[in-house]
């Protein structure tokens, strides 16, 4: 039987979720993605339009198939949890069975359960302005949409997720070393993600035989990195300082979580790996 996978974070073709499930799908995986609800729209009819179908095109010449598309915002737990202005605000009440605990019940009416499960998204409202400068909402907004959002999907997804399964999030060195610019308590965010991902891969683990790592990704062009400010600097420093001399593409990153999804690295957990050209090794630039 093929794999089933649930990508959160898909709204475009640009970003490392697009990425990771064209190599899922190149893997024989069955896609289903969850999109930020005030995006769905947009991508809905991208997709439907053929927007995007030259980059679903797979190595094999046949188009990517997303199965069925969730809307999502990760940073809600359930119906209880909306606020009155977003439950009303007309972005969201086109839609409905967004928050987290609905999408998981979801999934499961649709297709029983899946075997992969993937974050690939993060926000933080103050990214722009340095920590000293972050107001606490701007610091618990970004752990809320970038580190929580990935404990809260696991825990509704684990029930339906088959033993020997896998999940896999999106981190940046950012979280250990100091990246000015990066901000808004994003590194923080990135910082718990990373901490969790050890945990979680204990408790998972033990509790389900599911694996839990995370890939800590070097500078890419999406639409989420471009709202940063900083991203070109980041690539042409990379460029410059890496050992290997290259821009990293998207579909690099798609490879190594079709990897740490598979069988191949069925001893992988609780693992940050990295996938930046070899960045994270550097002292000095030279
Ligand atoms: P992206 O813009 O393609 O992906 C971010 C996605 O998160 C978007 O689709 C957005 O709609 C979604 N999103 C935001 N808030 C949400 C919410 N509350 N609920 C559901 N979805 C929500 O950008 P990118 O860069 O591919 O980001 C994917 C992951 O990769 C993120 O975790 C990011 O931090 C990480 N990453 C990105 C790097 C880069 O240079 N682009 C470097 C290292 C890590």
Known sequence: RGKRAFIAGVADD?????????????AGAEILVGTWVPALNIFETSLRRGKFDESRMLPDGS???????YPL????????????DVKTNKRYSGSSKWTVKEVAESVQQDFGTIDILVHSLANGPEVSKPLLETSRYGYLAAISASSYSFVSLLKHFLPIMNPGGATISLTYIASEKI?????????SAKSALESDTRVLAFEAGRKHNIRVNTISAGPLRSRAAKAIGFIDMMIDYSLENAPLQKELTAEEVGNAAAFLASPLASAITGAVVYVDNGLNAMGVGV
């Open 14 to 26: 640009n970003g490392y979720g697009w990425a990771i499930a064209k190599s899922l799908a190149a």
């Open 179 to 187: 990246i000015p610019g990066y901000g808004g308590g994003m590194s």
């Open 73 to 84: 915002d990760a940073v809600y737990d359930c119906p209880e949890d909306v606020p009155k």
């Open 63 to 69: 188009l990517m198939e997303i199965t069925k598309v």
